[in-house]
């Protein structure tokens, strides 16, 4: 089992930025991928960033060039950067951790973190 904590959500005003952060804990050997999904009211969970334990990254479109993800591999800690904040990022924010046992794939989720970008 992989527990993930996720922090760092709050309100912010349009342009402004945040930073998520997500601690792992547990089994945390063999977990390939880190990412972060966020999830608005009346919407589907969406893909938001995720970077491999090689640091290779990928981004949603409308994300690309306004967030960051990174990782301290040490810690076992994910980040999610985000700047110039738009009112449509409000969402709640989780943290997923990808661990591959075998030749299975197990997927943890943290309890998620409310961003809202309002004025």
């Known amino acids: 089992q992989v527990q993930l904590v996720e922090s760092g959500g709050g309100l912010v005003q349009p342009g402004g930025s945040l930073r998520l952060s997500c601690a792992a804990s547990?089994?945390?050997?063999?977990?390939?991928?880190m990412g972060w999904y966020r999830q608005a009211p009346g919407k589907q969970r969406e893909l938001v960033a995720t970077?491999?334990?090689?640091?290779?990254?990928n981004y949603v479109d409308s994300v690309k060039g306004r967030f960051t993800i990174s990782r301290d591999n040490a810690k076992n800690q994910v980040y999610l950067r985000m700047n110039t904040l738009k009112p449509e990022d409000t969402a709640v924010y989780y943290c997923n951790a990808r661990r591959l046992s075998g030749v299975t794939f197990y997927d943890y989720w943290g309890q998620g973190t409310q961003v809202t970008v309002s004025s």
């Open positions: 970077i491999t334990s090689g640091g290779s990254t």
């Open positions: 547990g089994t945390t050997g063999g977990v390939i991928a």
